[in-house]
């Protein structure tokens, strides 16, 4: 066994690692303990906001998905009936890759999706990519677009969709109110 030495006594090599491993644990973890938590997970208001469905159409009656990966704030990987399927938001655009408020809105989807959807299909079936159109509900009756808009984490959707008006306006309100990464105030 190896062995190191620590104030002339000689001490097993594993002792050394942990003492390592605990000396970047503290040091990496010193700045949070001063920042608080806010440091760790940018603050947001939780609105889960639900959308009339269409006259005729109740939750139930919505094509059910398992959710098998979260891609970024408005694109879910999800099974529908055992076949892998991309599903791109239909009345939500929120930030891409290396842009500002992207990990916090794809943090924020992850968290609000969980691991089922109910989806509902509008004027388009897909986009340029091959991707689904839909809009996002939880069982609860949430609509995940507009609740990602309504709490600031992504922008309206403007060229069409059943909802547009609707999460324009709830845009608009969060941005009034300064809500989420988008639209709160530099500190």
């Known amino acids: 066994m ?27 973890g010193i700045p949070y303990a001063i920042a608080s938590k806010d440091a760790r997970s940018p603050g947001f208001e939780e609105l889960r906001t639900p959308l009339t469905l269409p006259a005729g159409t109740s939750i139930d009656q919505l094509q059910k998905a398992s959710v098998y990966d979260v891609v970024d704030g408005d694109t879910i990987e999800v099974l529908i009936d055992r076949r892998l399927e991309t599903v791109r938001y239909f009345g939500v655009d929120t930030p891409e890759r290396g842009d500002t408020c992207f990990r916090d809105a794809t943090e924020r989807n992850r968290r609000l999706i969980g691991s089922s959807v109910l989806l509902l299909p509008d004027a388009r079936d897909r986009d340029s990519f091959g991707r689904l159109l839909r809009y996002v509900f939880k069982s609860d009756g949430t ?15 403007r060229q069409d969709g059943r909802y547009r008006d609707e999460i324009v306006s709830l845009e608009a309100g969060a941005e009034t109110a300064g809500r989420g990464c988008l639209w709160r105030s530099a500190p």
């Not at 609509?143 to 959707?157: F, H, I």
């Open 143 to 157: 609509s995940v677009d507009a609740t990602l808009v309504a709490e600031g984490m992504g922008l309206a959707w």
């Open 2 to 28: 190896r062995r190191f030495s620590l104030r002339g006594r000689k001490q097993p090599a594993w002792l050394f690692v942990i003492l390592l491993v605990a000396s970047v644990t503290l040091v990496t």
